[in-house]
């Protein structure tokens, strides 16, 4: 079983940053990645980035490329931690933010093929 526990989200002005993060524990067999979706209001969720368990690769999404960092580490409790720094945001960022943990196809170019998921934090972007 994994549990994945997200912090809180924020809002932010438009050109503003934010980090999230993700606390992931559990037996992860069979996974190779992790990873950010998001759901726009009125919209399908969508692969944010994502990062395969040793730091790399990584993947973005095209709105994202240059302005959102995935980025992984192993916490002091031996918790794995799952980070997103969001810099320039823009009000189409707006949207819940998920993290995720699973099997990446093909890492560095697919997101993970998962049924793991974080409880969903709120990012909002206002001009």
């Known amino acids: 079983r994994i549990e994945l526990a997200q912090s809180e989200g924020g809002s932010v002005q438009v050109g503003g940053s934010l980090t999230l993060s993700c606390a992931a524990s559990g037996d992860a067999t069979g996974m190779n990645c992790m990873g950010w979706f998001r759901q726009p209001p009125e919209h399908e969720r969508e692969g944010v980035a994502s990062i395969g368990f040793s730091g790399g690769p990584t993947y973005y999404a095209d709105s994202v490329k240059g302005r959102f960092v995935i980025a992984t580490n192993t916490s002091r409790d031996m918790k794995t931690m799952l980070y997103l720094r969001m810099n320039n945001l823009k009000p189409d960022d707006t949207a819940m933010y998920y993290c995720?943990?699973?099997?990446?196809?093909?890492?560095?170019?697919?997101?993970?093929?998962?049924?793991?998921w974080g409880q969903g934090t709120q990012v909002t972007v206002s001009s």
């Open positions: 995720a943990v699973g099997l990446c196809r093909k890492l560095g170019s697919s997101w993970p093929d998962s049924g793991h």
